[in-house]
């Protein structure tokens, strides 16, 4: 597993590539199109883990649709797939998304997958007790990524900004491990690399995303096209993912184990990001989609994102929303 997200501008760079060859990429477009088999990108966040259990458990074909579940170690390549039509969908960030659509991908959000609610952390050594007080000091942290977020967002609010720290860029999974090996200060990362940040003594989450409600939405992204033509199949994949969160719900024990072992950790550790992945029910999705003016709404913190990552060098773009939350499907689901 190297990373849950990617690099914020590698997309943007990439969309734009690929702007550039429009005719290969609307060939592969049309060949992910053509076929029956859906393919469904995902990586390292517990948020998607379950996505394996609907795989196991063969819930994707009492749904009546036919699934690849494409594993990627690197996220980065799951968004480049997407963004070429090498895979039919993918799971991703709502900020990665909203970087993709700035480089000129077509994509649209059909499910709300859950929030951020603790598993994604800053974590600092011994002796830093606040963010305050990360002033000057060595920060690992992937740049780009929604971690790197959650890090200006936190230094904001104790009235630091980037400046005043020493970023030290680094894929997550390295970025952890330079932490442990006491290297740098402190580290911005995601579930399950916290587990190994936090193996250093002494150690301590010192901000984690549950103080910043609905900043961190994951999602599952679909083509436009995809959306367009093959909504039958868009609203299978809905549909299995409820069923998936409720057979989960029933059997807890089996599902923790299928879950688990895809992330690479033990079933005790896994069920230490409980609290901190708030899978979205039915409702909350239906509330989510609905234009609002607080973090709870998809449109409300698009904005947010897009002025944040506009202001911060992250995108040269400004990304247009209008479309990309399609919540047809969502509503369909008996």
Known sequence: MISRYRRLMTALLCAISLAGVTALSACSDSTAASGTKVTIGYSAWPGWFPWAVAQEKGLFEKNGVTVDLKWFDSYTE????????????????????????????????????????????IIARQGITGVADLKGKKIAVEQGTVDHYLLLLALQEAKLTEKDVELVPLLTDAAAAAFVGEQVDAV?????????????????????????????????VVSEQMSKERKKEVQALVNTWFETVEWIKQNRDEA?????KRGAVSIDEYKTYDAGTTIFTKQQNLDAFTPGVTPAHLNFQAGKIVEFILSNGLAQNRPDIDGLFDDQYVKAVK
């Open 188 to 220: 911005a990362a995601f579930a399950p690399f916290t587990t190994k940040a936090l193996e250093r003594p002494g150690s301590r989450a010192i901000a984690t995303s549950a103080e910043f409600p609905g900043a961190i939405p994951d999602h599952l």
């Open 78 to 121: 799951s968004i480049n797939a997407l963004s070429s039509g090498a895979i039919d969908a993918n799971s991703q960030t709502l900020n990665d998304t909203l970087a993709s659509v700035s480089g000129g991908a077509k994509l649209s959000v059909v499910l709300v997958n859950d929030n951020s609610t603790g598993n994604d952390k």
């Open 256 to 260: 923790v184990k299928i879950m688990a």
